[in-house]
Each structure stands twice: as structure tokens, then as C-alpha cells.
């Protein structure tokens, strides 16, 4: 499974971005996408995820701001951010999880790409 991931950019806080993410390969019907993002010295944390029904998840310092979708029929996903902070500034990942036999798992990881929100 292959992801990319663009969309990045620098932006004045209180701005937007939109993130997209395309994925080519193995994908199995029954999977979820998500985005995740590492800033300098912190862990790589999730910032939303949506399964292949619909289904949504988000980090609680995003939610009313970020948007995730997808597209099914492209193996697309998207993240619309808005009212953008410093604190949002970070290395966004794609990722997208495949659901395999007996309840297991299999990540997949893009190359990130690098918000920057100036104050």
C-alpha cells in the first residue's frame, strides 16, 4: 500500500488548509484512514480517522475545527482544517488501516507533510 499525502503549507493562525491523501494498492473494503501529526520533541498523535462505513473519530483539540473525509471510489481522504493554531503546527501523516482475518490489523504510513501555522 502506497500513501501520499499533500496539502501542507505555512498559514496565519486562523486559517485553513485542506490535507489530502491518496492511497494505491492492497486496500481492503474494510478499513480506516486517518491522519496523525508529530510536532518537535512530542509523540505522533492521531488527529481523526474515518472508517470505510463513515464512521469518525477526533482528537479532542480538533474537534469543531478539523473535518475528515473520504472518497471510497478514489481511495482518497481528506482533512479540511480550520481556524488553524500555532499549536496545530506539526508533521500531518496519512495512514490507513486495513482490517485483516480474526480481528488483526495492518498500518500503512505516507511520507508526512509539514503544517506550519505563524502567530
Known amino acids: 500500500v502506497q500513501l501520499q499525502a499533500s496539502g501542507g503549507g505555512l498559514v496565519q493562525a486562523g486559517g485553513s488548509l485542506r490535507l489530502s491523501c491518496a492511497a494505491s494498492g492492497s486496500i481492503f473494503s474494510i478499513n480506516a484512514m486517518g491522519w496523525y501529526r508529530q510536532a518537535p520533541g512530542k509523540e505522533r498523535e492521531l488527529v481523526a480517522s474515518i472508517t470505510s462505513g463513515g464512521s469518525t473519530n477526533y482528537a479532542d483539540s480538533v474537534k469543531g475545527r478539523f473535518t475528515i473525509s473520504r472518497d471510497n471510489a478514489k481511495n482518497m481522504a481528506y482533512l479540511l482544517m480550520n481556524t488553524l493554531k500555532p499549536e496545530d503546527t506539526a508533521v500531518y501523516y496519512c495512514?490507513?488501516?486495513?482490517?485483516?482475518?480474526?480481528?488483526?490489523?495492518?498500518?500503512?504510513w505516507g511520507k508526512g507533510t509539514q503544517v506550519t501555522v505563524s502567530s
Open positions: 495512514n490507513i488501516r486495513n482490517l485483516l482475518l480474526y480481528g488483526s490489523t495492518m498500518d500503512y
